[in-house]
């Protein structure tokens, strides 16, 4: 099965920094990798899909990229309303995967 | 406009069977590429895929459960359900279904059901 590691657990940033999340898988997956934003007693909401596809009435400071095992969720520039966890997954597999998920803090 | 949405919250027995439904619309399950997944997240802890239902019938389920899930439909097209078997008080979790596309994914969430497992 396929393993999907998020780092960090936990980050602390400030309002308006850039922020960045990895994802690394266990092996070498295909570009069906999607980035989930959770906020507490909500469903997750998929933000982009597809390693780097903005999903409809997500701010564009979100992007994704990577390849191969590797890939990243980057938000330009932090805002208040993203202080949420955020989960990468992996969906093409015979067994799907979610990564253990990040959590962004205020600073 | 699609919407899927679990059945009520449930408290259930240890060693008894869950039973779960989704109530979707929107969409039909005959459509191509189309699916329906269980994905459940045990509180102040992670996602877990849980089961995926495809609209040709195929099924995929999480190795580490295989043995106590199953998935099906309805006749009607309109509802999943996923039956887990010999619950265990680490099965108490949020569980949600969501909707599939090839394409993204688990795009469409439904709110999520607690279910408790407690004698």
């Known amino acids: 099965d396929i393993q999907m590691t998020q780092s960090p657990s936990t980050l602390s940033a400030f309002v308006g920094d850039r922020v960045t999340i990895t994802c690394r898988a266990s092996?070498?997956?295909?570009?069906?990798l999607a980035w989930y934003q959770q906020k507490p007693g909500k469903a997750p909401k998929l933000l982009i899909y597809?390693?780097?596809n903005l999903e409809n009435g997500v701010p564009s400071r979100f992007s994704g990229s990577g390849s191969g095992t590797e890939f990243t969720l980057t938000i330009s520039s932090l805002q208040p309303d993203d202080f949420a966890t955020y989960y990468c997954h992996e969906y093409n597999s015979y067994s799907w995967t979610f990564g253990q998920g990040t959590k962004v803090e205020i600073k | 406009q699609i919407t899927v949405k679990e059945s009520v919250p449930t408290l259930v027995k240890p060693t008894q069977t869950l039973t779960l439904t989704c109530t979707f619309s929107g969409f039909s399950l005959t459509d191509f590429g189309v699916g329906v997944g269980w994905i459940r997240q045990p509180p102040g802890k992670a996602l877990e895929w849980l089961a995926l239902?495809?609209?040709?019938?195929?099924?995929r389920y999480s190795p580490s459960l295989k043995t106590r899930l199953t998935i099906t439909k309805d006749t009607s097209k309109t509802q999943v359900v996923l039956v887990m078997t010999n619950m265990d008080p680490v099965d108490t979790a949020t569980y949600y279904c969501?909707?599939?596309?090839?394409?993204?994914?688990?795009?469409?969430w439904g709110q999520g059901t607690m279910v408790t497992v407690s004698s």
């Open positions: 239902l495809y609209w040709n019938d195929d099924k």
């Open positions: 597809k390693v780097s």
């Open positions: 092996q070498t997956i295909s570009s069906y």
């Open positions: 969501a909707h599939r596309t090839a394409e993204r994914g688990l795009d469409i």
